[in-house]
């Protein structure tokens, strides 16, 4: 970490500041230039508060050296991390596709979608029994029953589940469930990611509406500090100025997490435009950016067909979709 | 509610919705317009799933006649709420200070500071003993022994505290704390909203950093729907593509609020500007818009004067600041 | 367009504004229902103020039923349109790359570029001769004699040229320019449209940092109105909260645009991201999305490799590049 | 500045930038760190491209230690300027008030209002003759008619005009115009801010949408630095998430500006908020925060009273927002 001085400090300040950076387990080199006062500091630098050092009187500007996350790194881990859930392998080379519908709604419905997209193709099943929405007025989700009637279609299916958990004390209940999802709005719940760095299962993290690239990855440094290092990146859309789709997909953040981080990045066409006609396009573009993976809302209820989620493929859509990704998966990954 | 169905929308299928939005409880009015159908629907819509309806392939637009939130709502509460802390009143004419450190460090700090800014006429003294940080490796706060601290504090200078709750498992330390402040990043943390709609205690609930200010009124809408009727709003800046100041302090989110809703309405100048020198103006401009309160951070101990965050006042400033406060105010309240 | 008239609206007022609109040569379509009274308007809304009306004490919100952009609009005009520059056809399946340096240097920096990308496979030549620029101190470009080494280039190579134009009043210099470029900062330089829509050039249109897509469509239908029917349209990233990349990539866009327009729709990976790097995964995830184009920067001069752009391909990388996006192309129009 | 080269550059490398640079006519310091290089740049760098120096692969990162701009620098020039128009001036202390309708609509109308504003207070009539609008089939504003009517007001009133300008072409007309407008989509339209640069008139910058605080006074530097040192800075609302109000009014711009540079900052909360409701207290916050004067849309045709702008104040709630100012402006102006 560099802090460059503002021109003027007294030298008593510069002592004083340099006496307090050692308090801090920092070694300090001084260097004085013409026009600049640089204050270079080496050792564990990740637990220095950047905004605290900005904030002092004496400082122009904090320059980080070394990025602040250490273990989801690639600098420091070169190799791709592979998360498997079972048989099931993503990262590295192995890409997967996660199926399902937004909501748990019954069993009939569930291992109807699950087994479809099974046949499909699709590498694990998504479901939500905990949904968090904006209105407390609004279904909340089936909760414990819906955990139950995602491992009735995981036994049905043999497909690993992936659900979303919306507190810690919830955890209990989800000893059954292969991949833990923590939603975009609780991308900085802090207390819950310390916890989940404790659990022995992969985590998918969803990145925040408005959370930066960076801020992910500390967020996945929880996860990853506390023990636990199978933690999945999804990138489901970015809060803008634009409306006309419900968020915009933030394509760039899948070569620059490949980039910066060895975790598996994934994608959720679904959520980040909101309708279902731009699934495709979204998902393929996806594949040629370099993703390890999408998560794909799915639904199947025929009785209700009028009330399909704006954002959910039909299954026929859905396997014509997959069919369109296995094909153009091994031209971009022959490409690398 | 009203939708707008699409032209060449075919009977069956409108009857086929008409027959689902009634099992949701709701009359439907159907008017056939020369050039639009309209299909009006009466009831409780506030559980209703706009963006599902919006999805549906029949469906152009949906437009709410009302807002989604009933127990926030202006409307249906013409009369301001008065938050009551023991003594000390806020909202409905009643502008109220509350000010303290960001972190709680010691107790000879946060009394030292508790005294301080008493004198200077605060009405609630804030501190953080759980903090929320981007980074596992920073200071998370004094936890427990913070509370502790504030409680001391509280004892000595009779101010109520004001401090931040980062998981529903943590309430029973939360005892002896007067108002439990929600941060931005778990402004839509719905399940701890849900538990502090049954708490007996005032929630200080601050708008996430990339919330609309009806995502705000819904959250709040958590916690007044499970019974807890005294919540008090904060703005607290936004993130937008401004990098000078740490946030954007969404002024206009004073008038807006105070017209939507009954509930108190205050800023934080401290935390949208990241800088102690925007705290003065900002606050004045947030007296003026007609804020009913500011959370103001100041820090006073001298033998880390260096360290004083960017963006907190020093006692003498707050000081001076509380002076020209109490000039402003009667006469903007006088003007309403 | 259809008015949702406020509960309680005066049959006074109600007449008086259906008498100001017929004076705008509107029909009026007044219906009353039990909770709502809606006023539909039948006739060319397109000049249609809805600013305006929204802001009518009477009127609850403004819902328009047909966009309001006619020339650009695909329900109009369902065919693709082709863009045709000599021989080269962009838009209707016809994808095309423009290539060439940020700013014409030299006749020998841009010639060699030129005969380079060409061989690799672009279909023209882009180069800055009037450049935009934040700073009144910085390279303004060439300017008229950026003109000549351009159209010197052409004629060595055959390319046709494509260069941005920053006022009207230079349009007598570029003559002999085949595709005009209006850079994203001009996006709503009204005037300029206005000019252009009187031009027999096709015009590349950028859209705005901060437009959204019904705007850059409201500008392309400025210049449709005048008369110019040949209009490319180009996503070059929009401005977000993140930072890590220069721009976000709206890669929804394409997708978006393609739907609501007949006019091809390119992509400027370099512009969008800032960083050479990233150009490769963007141009490929702009194909799979269905782009009619790329629109890249090349960079070849030796003696100054050390300052090339952060954001250009050397050729080496763009030979490479295009003969990926060959092997994709076929690929994604297949599944179309 | 200083650049932050990466570790591993080698000396050859090193060599071959600072010779470049030294060609660019700045002076080079090398440091060589335990950890970090650093090459301290020294002259006149505001010509320098950082995007440039950052994209340079051996580059980590540049710092400006001075701000880009010079003319409009605070630290060049500490005192405030004022802008003078006739008898009226603004900035250094003293405070105006901008008013009158959006479009001029007629002699009857403009000059009803000016005499209006002018007794409640308003120092200079607005109105626009040149309008920048979304859709081409919108009311483009009278023109070259509307300057005459605002002239006609001028001589009726003695208030100057304030108007905006849309194109260089246009300058002619502009002739007894006293305030030359540049619009927020003209912001960063630099032919046009180059000529104004040579025009011996105020000209009133406006902030564009989605541009920085530090792109508006580089926008100022390119008028000041063709020798026109009469510039009016206007912050009109930016461009965020937030639909409830048209823009964001970001009132943190008014101390940030004040403290960056000493031109004069003023207000336009019309149009920032697009509501009349919000006018008064955005107004009144400016007032706190220190800004310079305002803009602000007033209408009042009673004849068409039923079409006042959503966000134009009547005369009368004009009148009544002027004493309310004229109560505090030497309460906050006491406090400096």
Redesign the interface.
């Known amino acids: 970490m560099?802090l460059?001085l503002k021109r003027n400090t007294e030298q008593q300040?510069i002592e004083?500041?340099m006496e307090?950076l050692k308090g801090l387990g920092l070694e300090t080199?001084l260097?004085k230039?013409?026009?600049?006062t640089?204050l270079?500091l080496?050792g564990?630098t990740?637990?220095v508060?950047i905004?605290?050092l900005?904030?002092?009187d004496?400082v122009?500007?904090v320059?980080r050296?070394q990025e602040?996350y250490k273990n989801a790194n690639r600098k420091f881990h070169p190799d791709d991390t592979v998360v498997e859930i079972g048989d099931i392998k993503i990262g590295g080379g192995n890409f997967q596709v996660i199926a399902g519908p937004c909501s748990v709604e019954s069993e009939e419905q569930l291992t109807g979608i699950a087994k479809s997209v099974k046949a499909s193709g699709a590498g694990m099943l998504r479901g939500g029994a905990f949904k968090?929405?904006?209105?407390?007025?609004?279904?909340?989700g089936l909760r414990g029953e819906g955990l139950e009637l995602l491992e009735k279609a995981k036994a049905a299916t043999g497909l690993p589940i992936v659900t979303e958990i919306?507190?810690?004390?919830?955890l209990p209940m989800f000893e059954n469930v292969d991949v833990i999802q923590v939603g975009a709005?609780?991308m900085?719940?802090?207390?819950?990611?310390?916890r989940l760095g404790k659990v022995d299962k992969p985590i998918l993290l969803k990145r925040?509406?408005?959370s930066?690239?960076?801020?992910l990855l500390?967020s996945a440094?929880?996860i990853l500090?506390?023990g636990n290092s199978n933690v999945i990146l999804c990138e489901r859309g970015?809060?803008?100025?634009?409306?006309?789709?419900?968020n915009?997909?933030?394509?760039?953040a899948?070569?620059?997490l490949k980039?910066l981080t060895h975790l598996p990045v994934i994608i959720d066409p679904s959520h980040?435009?909101?309708?279902?006609?731009?699934v495709k396009?979204?998902s393929?573009?996806?594949?040629?950016?370099?993703a390890d993976g999408l998560i794909i809302e799915v639904h199947n209820d025929p009785a209700?067909a009028?009330?399909?989620?704006?954002?959910s493929l039909t299954p026929e859509a859905f396997d014509e979709l997959m069919t369109?990704i296995r094909?153009?998966l091994p031209?971009?990954q022959a490409?690398k």
């Not at 919306?166 to 919830?170: K, P, R, V």
């Not at 970015?238 to 419900?246: A, L, V």
């Not at 980040?272 to 731009?278: E, H, I, N, V």
């Open positions: 560099i460059l300040q004083h500041l307090w080199h260097v230039g013409k026009f600049q640089i270079g080496i564990d990740t637990a508060d905004d605290l900005n904030g002092l004496i122009e500007d320059k050296i602040p968090p929405r904006t209105s407390p007025y609004a279904f909340q919306m507190d810690a004390s919830h709005r609780n900085q719940n802090f207390e819950l990611l310390k925040g509406l408005s930066t690239i960076q801020e500390m440094e929880y500090a506390g970015i809060r803008t100025f634009e409306t006309y789709t419900r915009t997909l933030d394509i760039s899948v070569p620059v980039e980040a435009s909101g309708m279902a006609r731009l396009p979204l393929l573009a996806a594949v040629a950016a370099g209700h009028l009330c399909d989620g704006p954002q369109q094909t153009l031209l971009i490409q």
